[in-house]
Nanobody, 128 residues
């Protein structure tokens, strides 16, 4: 069983930056595809970014078009953490952000189905 705990959310002005972190328990973290999803009020949960196990692909990061060039996902397997650096934040980035883990590293990383493990979420609010 893997537990994921997010941190780093908060309130920031438009144009500002935040860094989210997700701490994972378990010894097989390095084999997982890890991702961030978000859910705004009244909207469905949507994919933000994913990062595959390092050994699988030379470029293991994938982003939603809405965050490409502004957000960066990274992982530290030694510390069992995955992070999301968010720059140039916009009010439309306001949402609860969730960390998720896929133990099979499916190719369907932009969908929720492959992710067996989810954190409790952390609120990000971007003011105008």
């Amino acid at each position: 069983q893997v537990q994921l705990v997010e941190s780093g959310g908060g309130l920031v002005q438009a144009g500002g930056s935040l860094r989210l972190s997700c701490a994972a328990s378990g010894r097989t973290f390095s084999r997982y595809t890890m991702a961030w999803f978000r859910q705004a009020p009244g909207k469905e949960r949507e994919f933000v970014a994913a990062i595959t196990p390092i050994r699988w692909r030379a470029d293991g990061t994938h982003y939603a078009d809405s965050v490409k060039g502004r957000f960066t996902i990274s992982r530290d397997n030694a510390k069992n953490t995955v992070s999301l650096q968010m720059n140039s934040l916009k009010p439309e980035d306001t949402a609860v952000y969730y960390c998720a883990g896929d133990p099979r590293s499916s190719d369907l990383m932009g969908t929720q189905a492959p992710y067996d493990y989810w954190g409790q979420g952390t609120q990000v609010t971007v003011s105008t």
